[in-house]
T-cell receptor, first 114, second 115 residues
Framework: RKEVEQDPGPFNVPEGATVAFNCTYS??????FFWYRQDCRKEPKLLMS???SGNEDGRFTAQLNRASQYISLLIRDSKLSDSATYLC???????????????FGRGTQLTVWP | GAVVSQHPSRVICKSGTSVKIECRSLDFQATTMFWYRQFPKKSLMLMAT?????????EQGVEKDKFLINHASLTLSTLTVTSAHPEDSSFYICSARATDASGYTFGSGTRLTVV
C-alpha cells in the first residue's frame, strides 16, 4: 500500500467553480501535512500546510482528519491560473531515523476552463 | 527565502554517457539533500538521501553504482547518472533541508533525455 493515495483526476471545471481534492495516508505516525502545486515540467511549490483545526488561505481551504487519516483541499472560485497538478504530501519519520522525509501522492490534475 | 539552484535545467545525452546534475543551496546550509525522480504523470519518487560528509542512503531498487551522489559540502550536492540509457530519461529534482530542519526547498529540476 502506498504511503499517500490521492485521486489522479483529471478534474476539468469551469472558471468560478468549487473543486475538492482528497487524499489518504497510511502511517498514523505521520507528523506534518502539506499541499503542493506542480505546474507542467516544473518543480513542486508549497501551496499550504494542513492543520487539524483546518486552515484557509484566500480561496484555498485545507482540512486534516487524523482519526481517518484523511486530508482535503478545497478551491473556491476557480481561476484559469489554478490549472496545475496538486500534490498531497506527508512528512514522516522513517523507523530508525531521527529526521523525517516527505512522501508524495501521485497528484491530482486540475484544468480550469474559461 | 531559501533558494536551491539546480543545473542543468535540461540535458540531452547519448546512451552510454554520464550526466552530472548539481544542486546548490544559495543562502543556507543544506545538511540533507533529497534526490527525486519523476516520470510523466507519476509522482515524485525518492531515489536517495544524502547528508553532508556521509554516504548517501539509497531507496530500494535504486542502483547506487549507477546514480552516484556526492554531498561534500553544506551547499553543494551532485547526482551523476552513469552510463545513461533511454529508460533513465526522466525529471530529476533535488530538495534540500536546512541544518535547522525548518523546511524543504526544491531545485527547479533537470529534464534528462537519453537518446
Amino acid at each position: 500500500r502506498k504511503e499517500v493515495e490521492q485521486d489522479p483526476g483529471p478534474f476539468n471545471v469551469p472558471e468560478g467553480a468549487t473543486v475538492a481534492f482528497n487524499c489518504t495516508y497510511s502511517n498514523s505516525a505521520s507528523q506534518s501535512f502539506f499541499w503542493y502545486r506542480q505546474d507542467c515540467r516544473k518543480e513542486p511549490k508549497l501551496l499550504m500546510s494542513v492543520y487539524s483545526s483546518g486552515n484557509e488561505d484566500g480561496r484555498f481551504t485545507a482540512q486534516l482528519n487524523r482519526a481517518s487519516q484523511y486530508i482535503s483541499l478545497l478551491i473556491r472560485d476557480s481561476k484559469l491560473s489554478d490549472s496545475a497538478t496538486y500534490l498531497c504530501v506527508v512528512n514522516m519519520q522513517p523507523r530508525g531515523s531521527t529526521l523525517g522525509r516527505l512522501y508524495f501522492g501521485r497528484g491530482t490534475q486540475l484544468t480550469v476552463w474559461p | 527565502g531559501a533558494v536551491v539552484s539546480q543545473h542543468p535545467s535540461r540535458v540531452i545525452c547519448k546512451s552510454g554517457t554520464s550526466v552530472k546534475i548539481e544542486c546548490r543551496s544559495l543562502d543556507f546550509q543544506a545538511t540533507t539533500m533529497f534526490w527525486y525522480r519523476q516520470f510523466p504523470k507519476k509522482s515524485l519518487m525518492l531515489m536517495a538521501t544524502s547528508n553532508e560528509g556521509s554516504k548517501a542512503t539509497y531507496e530500494q531498487g535504486v542502483e547506487k553504482d549507477k546514480f552516484l551522489i556526492n554531498h561534500a559540502s553544506l551547499t553543494l550536492s551532485t547526482l551523476t547518472v552513469t552510463s545513461a540509457h533511454p529508460e533513465d530519461s526522466s525529471f530529476y529534482i533535488c530538495s534540500a533541508r536546512a541544518t535547522d530542519a525548518s523546511g524543504y526547498t526544491f531545485g527547479s529540476g533537470t529534464r534528462l533525455t537519453v537518446v
